[in-house]
C-alpha cells in the first residue's frame, strides 16, 4: 500500500507540475491574448483615423478638382476672349496701317499739288512784279495816269 501510495502521490505530483505548467501556459497565452487585443485595438483606432483622413483627404480632392475645373474654365474663357482681342486688334492695326498708308499717300499727293501750286503763285508774282515794273517804267515815263485810271 505504501508503494501504491507513492506511486499515487507521483502520479499526483506529476498531474499537478501539468496542471501547473498548463496553467502557466494559459496565463501566458493570456497575457499575449490581451497585448494581442490592446494591439488589435490600437490598429482599429488607427485605421479609424486614417480612414476619417482619407475621407478628408478624397473630400479635399474633389473640391480642389471642382475648384480646377472652375479656373480651366475660366482660363479657357479668358484665353478665347484675349485671342479675340488679339485677332481684333491686329484688324484694327492693320486698317490703321492701311489708312496710314492710303494718307500718306494723299499727302504726297497734296504736297505735289501744294509744290505746282506755290510755282504758279511764285509764277504769278513774277508777272504780277514785272507789271508792277512797267506800270512803273509807264508812270515814270508820263503815260501811267491813263493806265492807273484803267485801274
Wanted: charged fraction near 35%.
Amino acid at each position: 500500500m505504501q508503494n501504491e501510495y507513492h506511486t499515487r502521490k507521483d502520479e499526483w505530483e506529476q498531474l499537478q507540475r501539468r496542471f501547473n505548467k498548463e496553467m502557466d501556459e494559459l496565463m501566458a497565452d493570456k497575457q499575449r491574448a490581451e497585448i494581442a487585443a490592446q494591439g488589435i485595438q490600437q490598429l482599429s483606432e488607427e485605421k479609424s483615423l486614417l480612414e476619417n483622413e482619407l475621407k478628408e483627404t478624397k473630400e479635399k480632392l474633389l473640391a480642389m478638382q471642382v475648384k480646377l475645373d472652375r479656373l480651366n474654365g475660366q482660363h479657357e474663357e479668358l484665353s478665347e476672349k484675349y485671342s479675340s482681342v488679339l485677332t481684333k486688334s491686329a484688324e484694327e492695326k492693320s486698317k490703321l496701317i492701311d489708312e496710314n498708308t492710303t494718307l500718306q499717300n494723299k499727302i504726297s499727293v497734296l504736297e505735289e499739288e501744294q509744290r505746282k501750286l506755290n510755282a504758279n503763285i511764285d509764277s504769278l508774282n513774277r508777272e504780277i512784279q514785272e507789271y508792277k515794273d512797267k506800270v512803273h517804267l509807264l508812270e515814270t515815263q508820263g503815260q501811267g495816269p491813263t493806265i492807273v485810271q484803267l485801274q
